[in-house]
């Protein structure tokens, strides 16, 4: 399915923050140092108690919404945004993530522009504080029926139409840490929208997800994306479900 073509789109690129004061300046440079003239940069902060606001405010000419109040976690936010951006394409840049070069926006526009797609995704790194590389995430060409052998694009390299959230819903709560990977399997998947691989790093992102830390929350994850599974007509979530950590093996190498 496409919807309608967009040429030179307009990118608005929401970062979501809490607590961030030792990332969120990496984050934001990263963003309007971008090649890339048409961005609307949205920041959604949840309230935070140290130095991150202050930092931002210092970036506010570059910023065309900044809201920082409670929220009901990142995916929230992450709406929140959504509600707020003008633009024809929407992407998530969390703060403890920065694009690979100044390059990104310009090749993800061309390649809306260029190849008639509803989703844009590509490749990311996982990087030490140090700035090393420790996991290279390397999506591939998807194929129809990937998911199901537990494929699956980096959330903060996914790129897509602001109308598919119009038509299709929102990041949803109920799913937890999986609501990210239940809204592309909901977009790709479920309803086999259009997408177009940049075969390319596009986001470095620091290691330490809120899904990977400790042994009750990889098993919470499980369970959420177990139901996203279900709720989005995976034929054997379980088989899915097994397959999914083993993909994440070559990373490692």
Known sequence: MYFSNVSNPKISVITVSYNAESTIERCIQSVISQNYNDIGYIIIDGGSTDNTVSIIEKYKKHIQFLISEPDKGIYDAMNKGIA???GDVIGILNADDFFADDHILSDIAAAFTNHNTDIVYGDLDYVKLDGSVSRKWRTGQYKRGMFKRGWMPPHPAFYCKRELFNKYGNYSLEFGTAADY???????HLNHLSVYYVQRVLVKMS?????NSGVSNRIKALFFDMKAMYNNKIPFPLITLIFKPLRKLKQFF
Do not use: K, T
């Not at 239940?182 to 790709?188: A, K, S, T, V």
């Not at 290691?207 to 899904?211: E, K, L, N």
């Open 84 to 86: 707020l951006a003008q």
């Open 182 to 188: 239940e809204l592309m399997l909901r977009f790709i």
């Open 207 to 211: 290691i330490g997800g809120v899904s």
